[in-house]
């Protein structure tokens, strides 16, 4: 199955001839992961081994997860299914920070019901859901320990979800980061770099760190909480309860607090505006010629730059890659920012690391969390099964063994 979804659909002899494999052990392999539903059969492949055309066996569409990010101001969620398709995304406003937990709980299994029938309605039986939470998480446990700007602490996320999902599903919970760096570790724009950090540009700032294509956690799995590493000291207060934290500096809400003070975070009225419709008027502002939100971006670049002198310092890696409203102002944000980080950083490591913005928008974490459970389907075929157009999906019982790359999927029953 890795193989395949390497390299795309292969017949039979194909595969045989590319892994080493007997070709009376493929055809073996291949007919149960048929009976399970997790590949298919397509035309003939006339890409093999010499001789006849085998038909060619891909990825199955029928199997899917969802993810969902869990944010300050809106909720991502995003359904996938085996073959890479996108069946399902959709974000939407979110009130996180202040609220009572049980009601933002309710909600994100709102989305997640919403979701799960939409995969299966269309054919795609949904085996796992993965929430993506700013903050410091227990993957382990599935207990989000600290959310500071949620204002959340010891929140058993996954017992809460397990309680209201279906049984036969995996629920897990991840760091925000940390999903959406290894979603861009594989389908985004720097698909195979073995050496990133992904920065989350949202009210905070994180940090998910892949090094030698392996997500990096850390003793604790808290590795990645740079948003309040201190750049200034006595500088302003966090939400963390901190001072001068980098998220101070680079993090959604001072930008619009310093481009749109009417209109910053906590004076909203009505329904929360959309972070991307945030993001847009200051674009609008940069496009006519705004002294204030020109000064405001530069800053932030130049902050950001700062910052990441630091992460590359400690890490070395190829790619920065900015996502959230970093991605969307990339233009404006990169130039000051890989200045700043050519000022403060070692001079080789600089001159072969650079910024570049994500494709994936406000849904990377979302699209990250689907991942990694398909991931376990990848690394633990035999733990899952389909046998009929739109059934709900078996597994048989107790915990899956740990894959090979660390997933934050964690099973609950």
């Known amino acids: 199955m890795r193989h395949i979804r390497t390299n795309g659909p292969r017949s039979r002899a194909a595969i045989a001839a590319a892994t080493g494999l007997h070709k009376t052990t493929v055809s073996s392999l291949v007919e149960e992961l048929l009976s399970r539903r997790l590949v298919r059969e397509l035309g003939m492949d006339h890409s093999g081994a010499a001789g006849r055309p085998g038909r060619g066996i891909a990825l199955s569409p029928h199997v899917g997860a969802v993810g969902i990010e869990v944010n300050v101001d809106y909720l991502a969620v995003h359904g996938s299914d085996l073959a890479g398709r996108t069946v399902y995304e959709h974000r939407t406003g979110f009130a996180g920070a202040g609220r009572d937990v049980e009601r933002c709980l309710d909600e994100i299994t709102a989305a997640a019901h919403r979701a799960l029938t939409h995969l299966r309605d269309r054919g795609v039986a949904p085996i796992g859901v993965t929430v993506a939470v700013p903050g410091l998480i227990d993957v382990t ?44 570790h594989t389908s985004g724009v720097a698909a195979g770099t073995d050496d990133l950090v992904y920065l989350t540009g949202e009210v905070g700032v994180g940090a998910g760190v892949i090094l030698g294509g392996r997500l990096l956690r850390g003793a604790d799995g808290f590795c990645g909480e740079i948003g309040h590493m201190t750049v200034e000291p006595g500088g302003d207060v966090c939400g963390c309860g901190r001072t001068g934290c980098w998220e101070t500096k680079v993090g959604l809400a001072e930008l619009v607090r310093r481009v749109t003070p009417d209109a910053a975070y906590g004076l909203e009225r009505g ?95 979302a699209r990250g969390g ?30 899956l063994p740990t894959p090979a790359v660390p997933a934050p999927a964690v099973p609950v029953r």
């Open 141 to 184: 446990r599935g207990v989000v320990v600290l959310a500071p700007n949620l204002g959340w602490h010891e929140v058993p996320i996954v017992d809460r979800l397990a309680h209201s999902l279906p049984d036969q599903l995996w629920i897990g919970v991840d760091n925000d980061a940390n999903l959406a760096a290894l979603a861009e």
């Open 271 to 365: 329904p929360l505006p959309d972070p991307q419709d945030r993001v847009a008027e200051v674009a609008r502002r940069l496009a006519a010629g705004d002294r204030v939100a020109r000064h405001a971006v530069t800053d932030v670049g130049t902050w950001l730059g700062l910052g990441s002198a630091i992460l590359v310092n400690l890490f070395n890696p190829r790619t920065i890659v900015l996502g959230g409203y970093f991605a969307a102002l990339a233009e404006h944000i990169i130039p000051a920012a890989q200045a700043a980080l050519a000022r403060r950083a070692v001079a080789n490591p600089v001159s072969r690391c650079h910024f570049v913005a994500s494709r994936l928008g406000f849904t990377a974490a």
């Open 370 to 399: 689907a991942g990694v459970v398909l991931d376990r389907v990848i690394e633990h075929p035999t733990t899952v099964s389909v046998p009929a157009p739109a059934a709900v999906v078996a597994r048989v019982p107790g915990p």
